[in-house]
T-cell receptor, first 108, second 114 residues
Framework: AQRVTQPEKLLSVFKGAPVELKCNYSYSGSPELFWYVQYSRQRLQLLLR??SRESIKGFTADLNKGETSFHLKKPFAQEEDSAMYYCALSPNTDKLIFGTGTRLQVFP | DVKVTQSSRYLVKRTGEKVFLECVQDMDHENMFWYRQDPGLGLRLIYF???????EKGDIPEGYSVSREKKERFSLILESASTNQTSMYLC?????????????FGQGTRLTVV
């Protein structure tokens, strides 16, 4: 079955600390993987996608096919990073499957 | 700017009522999705549609149906609303896969069934 697992419901860090939000997926083919973010009172929006290998707002994510992981990382968290983060998988169809989400709280 | 618009931000309905949630997108996307968003459960796919009149069940289709008569509009129907369908409902649209396409979301409809 195609599945996305985000093991942490809540991650709390202090400003300036490194952040890693974990995402594991189960899919045997070549997936498309994404991170979406939802800031307070805003709609869900794309943060980054694995194919782009880009850094957005200081966040990066590397696809590790061996470990079937796509963890989201940022070396120095900012208060404005506080939000709900969802990892998403698009298998070999147009479907888009989300994980349960991780709430990131960054304290001053 | 891509726009995905859901017809209502808040709805309150009575148990047993038939409820229609409407979603319109203006970017000519082939794919449209309905999710429900619940704390601790994330976004769960109810149905998605990959073309006009075409649909596929998601993970939690029970108690729901959908309609896509026009490309830009995707409706979610609760045939007989129940209290366990109280939730935030999110609509999304997305072009066809093949270019790692981004999904665009509506602002959400918070449905309360009493």
């Amino acid at each position: 079955a195609q599945r996305v697992t985000q093991p942490e419901k809540l991650l709390s860090v202090f400003k300036g600390a490194p952040v890693e939000l974990k995402c594991n997926y189960s899919y045997s083919g070549s997936p498309e993987l994404f991170w979406y973010v939802q800031y307070s009172r805003q709609r869900l929006q794309l943060l980054l996608r694995h194919i782009s290998r880009e850094s957005i707002k200081g966040f990066t994510a590397d696809l590790n096919k061996g470990e079937t992981s796509f963890h989201l990382k940022k070396p120095f968290a900012q208060e404005e990073d506080s939000a709900m983060y969802y990892c998403a998988l698009s298998p070999n169809t147009d479907k888009l499957i989300f994980g349960t989400g991780t709430r990131l709280q960054v304290f001053p | 700017d891509v726009k995905v618009t859901q017809s209502s931000r808040y709805l309150v309905k009575r148990t047993g009522e038939k409820v229609f949630l409407e979603c319109v997108q203006d970017m000519d996307h082939e794919n449209m999705f309905w999710y429900r968003q619940d704390p601790g459960l994330g976004l769960r796919l109810i149905y998605f549609s990959y073309d006009v009149k075409m649909k596929e069940k998601g993970d939690i289709p029970e108690g729901y149906s959908v309609s896509r008569e026009k490309k830009e509009r995707f409706s979610l129907i609760l045939e007989s609303a129940s209290t366990n369908q109280t939730s935030m409902y999110l609509c999304a649209s997305r072009p066809h896969r093949g270019s790692n396409t981004e999904a665009f979301f509506g602002q959400g409809t918070r449905l309360t069934v009493v």
